[in-house]
C-alpha cells in the first residue's frame, strides 16, 4: 500500500478498503522505521496528523469526495507551518515557529490532506545534495551510502522510500527536478508565478518556485490544481485562471513536437544516461512526436549567471536574521555589532555564508554593473533562447542531471556542486515549468528525464510525463529492498 500513488489511494479510501488513520499510521510506522537511517524527516507531527486523518474520515463517512481527502503529505521545512518548527536546514531557525501557515500548507490542508511533519533540505535550499542542512545529510533510498540530490533532498527520499504518498519541494535552480532525478520520483516545478511564494522561506525571490514530488506526474497534476492560483499575498503570484490539469493527462502525442537540446548531450553526460535519454525520447517518437534537435546557444552561461543572481538575492534575504526579530540569538552579546557578528557567525552554514559574502559583493558599489547587472542581461538571452525554441517546438525534453546520484561527501569543491544544475538552472532563469520524470537506471541507480514547457504550459507538460508514463514502468520501480528492509 505504501508504494501507490495519490489515485490508487484515494480510490482505496473511497471504496473503504483503507481509512485515512490507519493509512497515516502505516505511514508514520515507516517514518519511526526508516527516519534513523533515511533522515529524510527534521519534524514528524504524530499526533495531529492522526487527528487530521480522524477528521478526514468523518468528511468522507458524510459522503466528501476530494481527491486529497485524507491523504498524508510532508512538506519541505522551507515552508512556514503554524505552530509546527520550521527550520529552512538552518540552525538559524532550529527553534522557529511561524505564527502562520505557508499557501502551500493552507491549500493542501484545505484539500483534507494529512500532514506527516516536515523534510530535510540544504540549509536555505542552497545545494544539490542536502549535505548543507544543520541537521545532517538525508540518505539515498536506492544506496545508502549516496545522496538523494538536493536542495529537495528530503521530500524526495521520503516519497521514493514510501513514507509518504506525496510531498512539496522548492526549485530556485534545480531543487525539485535533481533530488526527483536521484530518487527516482517525479519532481514539477511549475512556471515562478503560478503557485504563490507566501510563507515560502526566500532564498532568491525572482527564482524561487514551489512544486511537487510524486510518484507520478498524475499525482502532481492533483496536487497541482489545489497548490496553483493567484493569491494577493504574493506580489508575483499570476493571476490567470488555473488549468484543469488531471483532465489534460490523456491528450494523445501524435503531433508533438519535442525540442532535443543538442548541449545537454554533450561531453560530461554518463554513457548510461545518455542512452537512456535516447531511449526514452525514442519512447516518445514512438508514440507520434517528432523530435527535433534545437540550439540554446546561452545555455553554458546559466551557472555563472544564476550564481551571481541567486547569491544577490539571497544576501539581501538573508539580511532579516540579525538576532533581534526572530531565529538564533548569539548568548550575551556585548553590543548591537557583536549581536549581529556572532548570531550570523554562528546561526549559518559555511554554504550559506559564501553565498551572502558573494552577493553582497557582487551588488556592492563599484561592482554593481560587472556583475549583478551584466547577469541580469544574460539571463534575458536565456530567456530569449527558450522563446525562440517553442516558436517551433512544443515541450524540450532530455536529461535533469548528467548522472545518477554520488556518494556523500563525493563533490568538496563548490563549483563542483554549482555544475550539478547545468540542465535545471536556465529553466528557472527563464521561469518555465519542468518536471524531472524516471527514465531509467545505471548500475541500479535511477535518473531522470526532463521536460520543459513554455510560460504556463503546465497542463502539457504533465501531460507529456504522464503519456510517457503510461507506456513505461520507470515510475514503478522502488528501491531494492535490500537497503531499505534491512531496518
Ligand atoms: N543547487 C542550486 C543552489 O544551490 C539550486 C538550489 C535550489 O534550487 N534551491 O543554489
Known amino acids: ?51 487530521q486523518a480522524g477528521q478526514a474520515d468523518l468528511a468522507r463517512a458524510k459522503g466528501d469526495t476530494r481527491p486529497l481527502l485524507g491523504i498524508p503529505v510532508a512538506h519541505k521545512d522551507i515552508f512556514c507551518t503554524k505552530g509546527v518548527r520550521t527550520t529552512c536546514g538552518s540552525r538559524m531557525l532550529r527553534d522557529f515557529l511561524p505564527p502562520y ?19 530535510n533540505m540544504d540549509e536555505f535550499a542552497m545545494g544539490s545534495s542536502n549535505e548543507t542542512s544543520h541537521f545532517g545529510v538525508a540518505a ?43 530518487c527516482g520520483v517525479s519532481g514539477f516545478k511549475p512556471s515562478y508565478g503560478r503557485v504563490s511564494r507566501w510563507g515560502m522561506i526566500a532564498f532568491a525571490s525572482s527564482l524561487d518556485q514551489a512544486g511537487t514530488l510524486t510518484r507520478s506526474a498524475a499525482d502532481a497534476a492533483l496536487m497541482m490544481r489545489t497548490m496553483a492560483g493567484l493569491d494577493h499575498r504574493d506580489s508575483t503570484s499570476v493571476d490567470r485562471p488555473v488549468d484543469d490539469y488531471p483532465n489534460e493527462l490523456d491528450k494523445p502525442l501524435r503531433g508533438l513536437r519535442v525540442g532535443v537540446p543538442i548541449v545537454h548531450f554533450a561531453k560530461g553526460l554518463s554513457a548510461g544516461v545518455e542512452q537512456g535519454i535516447r531511449a526514452a525520447l525514442a519512447q516518445l517518437e514512438d508514440a507520434g512526436a517528432t523530435l527535433l534537435e534545437i540550439d540554446l546557444p546561452n545555455n553554458h552561461l546559466s551557472v555563472p549567471a544564476y550564481y551571481v543572481i541567486a547569491p544577490a538575492e539571497a544576501s539581501a534575504n538573508l539580511a532579516r536574521y ?166
Request: proline share 5%; charged share 20%; aromatic share 8%.
Open 1 to 51: 500500500m505504501l508504494h501507490l500513488s495519490v489515485s490508487e489511494l484515494s480510490a482505496e479510501l473511497s471504496r473503504g478498503a483503507v481509512s485515512s488513520v490507519e493509512l497515516t499510521r502505516a505511514c508514520l510506522e515507516r517514518i519511526e522505521r526508516l527516519n534513523p537511517v533515511l533522515n529524510a524527516f527534521v519534524t514528524v507531527c504524530t499526533a495531529s496528523a492522526l487527528e
Open 322 to 487: 540579525d538576532g533581534v526579530r526572530y531565529g538564533y540569538r548569539c548568548a550575551d552579546p556585548t553590543d548591537l555589532d557583536d549581536l549581529y557578528t556572532r548570531t550570523r557567525s554562528e546561526g549559518f552554514g559555511e554554504e550559506v555564508k559564501r553565498r551572502i559574502l558573494v552577493g553582497s559583493y557582487a551588488l556592492s558599489a563599484g561592482y554593481y554593473d560587472a556583475y549583478y547587472r551584466k547577469a541580469q542581461r544574460v539571463r534575458r538571452l536565456i530567456r530569449n533562447d527558450f522563446a525562440s525554441a517553442f516558436e517551433h517546438v512544443d515541450v524540450i525534453a532530455g536529461p535533469t542531471s548528467p548522472h545518477v546520484a554520488f556518494a556523500h561527501g563525493a563533490k568538496a569543491d563548490p563549483v563542483q556542486m554549482y555544475l550539478e544544475d547545468i540542465f535545471t538552472i536556465a529553466v528557472n532563469l527563464a521561469g518555465l515549468p519542468g518536471i524531472s520524470i524516471p527514465a531509467g537506471m545505471e548500475n541500479g541507480l535511477p535518473f531522470g528525464l526532463q521536460i520543459i514547457g513554455p510560460d504556463f504550459a503546465e497542463a502539457r507538460v504533465l501531460n507529456v510525463a504522464h503519456q510517457f508514463q503510461q507506456m513505461t514502468d520507470w515510475h514503478l520501480r522502488v528501491p531494492e529492498s535490500a537497503a531499505l528492509e534491512g531496518h
Open 140 to 182: 539515498n533510498p536506492h544506496d545508502l551510502g549516496r545522496v538523494p540530490g538536493g536542495s529537495s533532498g528530503g521530500s524526495a527520499a521520503a516519497v521514493a522510500a514510501g513514507l509518504c504518498p506525496m510531498a512539496t519541494g522548492t526549485d530556485t535552480g534545480g531543487s525539485i527536478r535533481q533530488p526527483a532525478s536521484f
Open 101 to 119: 501557515d505557508a499557501w502551500v500548507v493552507e491549500r493542501l490542508h484545505g484539500a483534507g490532506a494529512v500532514m506527516l511533519g516536515k523534510t
